[in-house]
């Protein structure tokens, strides 16, 4: 199972929007809506942040938001802050009941 | 609150086999999946593979199917992976995870394993 799509760089001023986008196969994201998204600050674990394409835990703000079309997944962010800057991961459940990340994008708050 | 806390960390050599336990609380521990989740020094997140608590089912991630085991011990609702034969290139730090839909939805604070000669 080969890892989805991340780009490895985004950034964005404080107060504006940026998209990370998710590209997997038909094996995985477009097969479930079984999105998932994780934010990773240095030494830190993960942490979720969407599941199910859009859903938000309990706690997690609004600025986050996600979305699927096909085979692709996004989350955006938005009224960027600079404790956004830390690693965001997708991952999707997969055809063989599987799960699969994304190689991670780095997102720099300017 | 729901919480996973892991053991501490381990130095093996290569060849050799690590056991990382997840003691789970907070929450009925057969009722949700278990996740076992790496990730190297600089590198990002790699499933291994999951667990049914409740069942002791596993799936694993192809790249770790025959190198890996994921079992649990109800009676102190405590999830194991174990890793043989490792390498170096196995060092990583390595995270349990309570299932939600799918999702990884609390974590544990990490355990790193280093493999060196």
């Known amino acids: 199972q080969s890892a989805l799509t991340q780009p490895a760089s985004v950034s964005g001023s404080p107060g504006q929007s940026i998209t990370i986008s998710c590209t997997g196969t038909?094996?995985?994201?477009?097969?479930?809506?079984?999105v998932s998204w994780y934010q990773q600050h240095p030494g830190k674990a993960p942490k979720l942040l969407i599941f199910?394409?859009?859903s938000r835990p309990s706690g997690v703000s609004n600025r986050f938001s996600g979305f699927k079309s096909g085979d692709t997944a996004s989350l955006t962010i938005s009224g960027l802050q600079a404790e956004d800057e830390a690693d965001y991961y997708c991952?999707?459940?997969?055809?063989?009941?599987?799960?699969?990340f994304g190689g991670g994008t780095k997102l720099t708050v300017l | 609150q729901v919480q996973l806390v892991q053991s501490g960390a381990e130095m093996k050599k290569p060849g050799a086999s690590v056991k990382v336990s997840c003691k789970a609380s907070?929450?009925?521990?057969?009722?949700?999946?278990i996740h076992w989740v790496r990730q190297a020094p600089g590198q990002g997140l790699e499933w291994m593979g999951w667990?049914?608590?409740?069942?002791?089912?596993?799936s694993y991630a192809q790249k770790f199917q025959d190198r890996v085991t994921m079992t649990s011990d109800t009676s102190i609702s405590t999830a194991y992976m174990e890793l043989t034969r490792l390498t170096p290139d196995d060092t990583a730090v390595y995270f349990c995870?309570?299932?939600?839909?799918?999702?990884?939805?609390?974590w544990g604070q990490g355990t790193l394993v280093t493999v060196s000669s």
């Open positions: 995870g309570r299932d939600l839909r799918m999702a990884i939805i609390v």
């Open positions: 907070g929450y009925t521990f057969t009722g949700y999946h």
């Open positions: 667990m049914n608590a409740n069942t002791g089912g596993a």
């Open positions: 038909s094996s995985d994201i477009g097969a479930y809506n079984y």
């Open positions: 199910e394409v859009s």
């Open positions: 991952t999707s459940h997969t055809t063989t009941s599987t799960e699969v």
